[in-house]
């Protein structure tokens, strides 16, 4: 049996200013509830991430992103609808909402 899953997320950006990508690749490995991949992000640019899966949580940190070498990270996800806080430079918050597909199958 394999910790891998391969996901596509389709998201939309609330409450900034940029030009996001909307369309976000991802590979993630899961092993008691302990969660590591990679995945396409809103900049462009490939993140790496490790963090832990607590009931509808993601929590953890990744790379990848303009402002830090690292960064905090949280994700409410349910029934693969999911929405996490997001900061821009100029000091934006907003919201990344969108949906994850697991591509493949449960085999």
């Given at each position: 049996?394999?910790?891998?899953?391969l996901?596509?997320?389709?998201?939309?950006?609330?409450?900034?200013?940029?030009?996001?990508?909307?369309?976000?690749?991802?590979?993630?490995?899961?092993?008691?509830?302990?969660?590591?991949?990679?995945?396409?992000?809103?900049?462009?640019?490939?993140?790496?991430?490790?963090?832990?899966?607590?009931?509808?949580?993601?929590?953890?940190?990744?790379?990848?992103?303009?402002?830090?070498?690292?960064?905090?990270?949280?994700?409410?996800?349910?029934?693969?609808?999911?929405?996490?806080?997001?900061?821009?430079?100029?000091?934006?918050?907003g919201?990344?909402?969108?949906y994850?597909?697991?591509?493949?199958?449960?085999?």
């Amino acid at each position: 049996m394999s910790c891998l899953s391969l996901l596509l997320a389709l998201t939309l950006h609330v409450g900034l200013e940029g030009d996001y990508n909307n369309i976000h690749p991802h590979g993630r490995c899961t092993v008691d509830n302990w969660i590591t991949g990679a995945y396409y992000n809103s900049e462009e640019s490939v993140s790496y991430y490790v963090g832990r899966k607590i009931s509808n949580f993601e929590i953890g940190l990744v790379t990848g992103y303009s402002d830090m070498d690292v960064v905090p990270m949280i994700r409410y996800i349910n029934d693969g609808w999911f929405v996490a806080p997001a900061y821009e430079t100029p000091g934006n918050i907003g919201l990344t909402l969108g949906y994850e597909f697991k591509l493949g199958s449960d085999k």
